[in-house]
């Protein structure tokens, strides 16, 4: 790790306490050391993740004879399911758990899930025959040890970031930027173990054994996680933060006839409860005519609600991100492959194209960060919100690369049946992989940073939220510019079939350019505001 040890605080943060229940001491609990550890896990957890993520379409089509459609149907709504019960899942931790207990449980749930489909991919009895479909018997084991799967990924998600960032001291804000620069730089090689070494053990020794390994690795993750449990700092859970919110809502509407300037007394009686956006939402001041609700839980509440329209703009983003994993791999395997007359690059590992680049583009981006904000740190261009901007921007910018390098394909195999090689594709993976690191790294350390100390999980977690619901606009406009230019268009529809070159695919690009610039002008517009 990089992180530079002479800006770790030793001013102790109050509300910390060690393993033993005690008050935490600055320089034995948390700190650089800890963080370390939770970057290390993080790592070994996302090569599980990855490796999953491209098995088990495999996995549904060869072993339980699935078709590619619902296949891929099936793996879209897993993701997307598991991002988006990471909602439920920093509720936990935020709510009723530590982060660390949080992250253990949900973790043994996991695990509980790769053992099931480690089970049914080495018992031929719970796999259908060849060319027959599941049985109900096989299904349920399918879908059980599936969701269990999913259910465990979206605990984990949000409490090991937010456990992370707890263990340094979070008024540093170089420190905590730079933790959340190595955690994603963390995500990034397990990534790329994943497309790398994972998939090749697929293809060649077998499916099954990419689910032991995924369970030997993330039991190893588990146990690195519980080894560290000295050196941690942990912050008690401060009751249901959603429950604070719908009460403060609640009591506004109810008292929406009271007066403005006997709440506002009320406020002003507790300065040091006043946020950065204590001007907006005036109208929750008058949940503070209930003397049941405190100037501190409407702060919150305001807080909470600001965050949401940067959460929102970033969806769209993600909805580009999801092409990786779809179209441009269907692209990339009707592309030329071969690095060698013997060695062709196998579909499933193009992706490693874009997490080289964003591995790559981590430490440039420390250096020029620590470079410009140690000069002028008005000036920082790498701030949460201009680096979020920043993902954003590159992702158009992407997108209409991506339009052209279609374009170019489909002319070269429609007008002279050739194929072009697959590294055109990289100039588009490079910069979708720099949008990901800036977005992603960016929105992980920013929900962080800006949310209420005893909510922090759950907005960890929507980051991962904007994932899924990335993956879940990807499919609707897909099938939206089906209807429409099926219907509108001579030629049928931009995506239907299964071959590219009679496809509009870089049309469909183009409008996800065009879609993304709109929202990036909607991104700028609330981060103004912010």
Not at 200 to 205: F, L, S
Not at 270 to 275: D, F, Q, R, W
Not at 373 to 378: F, M, R
Not at 458 to 469: V, Y
């Amino acid at each position: 790790m990089l992180l530079h040890r002479k800006m770790e605080s030793e001013i102790e943060e109050e509300g910390f306490e060690d393993w033993r229940g005690r008050r935490a001491i600055p320089g034995k609990h948390g700190g650089i050391r800890a963080a370390a550890i939770i970057c290390v896990v993080e790592m070994l957890e996302n090569m599980v993740f990855i490796t999953n993520a491209n098995t088990l379409v495999s996995y549904f089509i060869k072993t339980m004879h699935y078709s590619a459609a619902k296949s891929a149907t099936m793996m879209t709504n897993f993701l997307g399911t598991s991002f988006l019960l990471s909602l439920f899942g920093g509720f936990i931790a935020d709510s009723f758990l530590t982060r660390f207990a949080s992250f253990i449980i949900f973790c043994l749930i996991e695990i509980m899930g790769l053992i099931l489909l480690t089970i049914q991919a080495q018992v031929t009895k719970l796999q259908p025959p060849p060319s027959e479909t599941p049985s109900p018997r096989q299904e349920a084991v399918l879908f059980v040890g599936l969701y269990a799967l999913g259910l465990g990924i979206s605990g984990v998600k949000p409490a090991l970031p937010a456990h992370g960032g707890d263990q340094l001291d979070s008024r540093n804000k170089s420190l905590i930027s730079a933790f959340f620069n190595w955690y994603f730089f963390s995500i990034c090689i397990g990534g790329l173990v994943a497309v790398s070494v994972m998939v090749w053990i697929e293809e060649n020794v077998g499916i099954s054994w990419s689910f032991k390994i995924s369970v030997v690795v993330l039991a190893l993750a588990l146990s690195v996680f519980v080894g560290g449990f000295p050196f941690y700092r942990y912050k008690r859970p401060g009751g249901s933060p959603l429950m604070r919110i719908l009460k403060v809502i609640v009591s506004a509407s109810r008292n929406r006839k009271g007066s403005l300037l006997d709440a506002g007394l009320k406020q002003n009686l507790n300065p040091e409860n006043k946020s950065i956006h204590h001007n907006k939402f005036k109208c929750l001041d008058k949940a503070l005519l209930d003397d049941e609700i405190s100037a501190t839980e409407v702060e919150e509440t305001r807080t909470f609600l600001s965050l949401l329209p940067i959460f929102a703009s970033t969806i769209m983003m993600n909805c580009c991100l999801a092409q990786i994993l779809t179209f441009s791999v269907q692209q990339g395997a009707v592309m030329n492959r071969k690095l060698s007359p013997s060695f062709e690059i196998p579909v499933p590992s193009l992706t490693v194209i874009p997490v080289v680049f964003s591995l790559f583009s981590i430490p440039l981006y420390e250096f020029f960060h620590r470079r410009i904000s140690g000069q002028n740190p008005a000036m920082d261009l790498f701030q949460p919100l201009k680096r979020i901007g920043l993902g954003l921007f590159l992702a158009s910018i992407s997108m209409a690369v991506a339009a052209f390098v279609e374009a170019k394909r489909r002319f070269e195999a429609v007008n002279h049946n050739v194929s072009i090689s697959v590294f055109y594709l990289a100039v588009q993976y490079l910069l979708l992989g720099v949008s990901d690191m800036c977005t992603l790294g960016g929105m992980l350390e920013f929900f962080y940073r800006e949310a209420p100390e005893r909510m922090r999980s759950i907005s960890s977690s929507l980051s991962w939220c904007s994932n899924a619901m990335g993956f879940f606009l990807s499919t609707i406009l897909v099938e939206l510019t089906n209807s429409i230019t099926g219907a509108w268009f001579d030629g049928g529809a931009w995506l239907g079939g299964r071959d590219l070159n009679k496809a509009r695919l870089d049309l469909f690009y183009a409008v996800l350019s065009v879609l993304n610039t709109l929202n990036l002008f909607n991104y700028i517009y609330w981060a103004k505001r912010y």
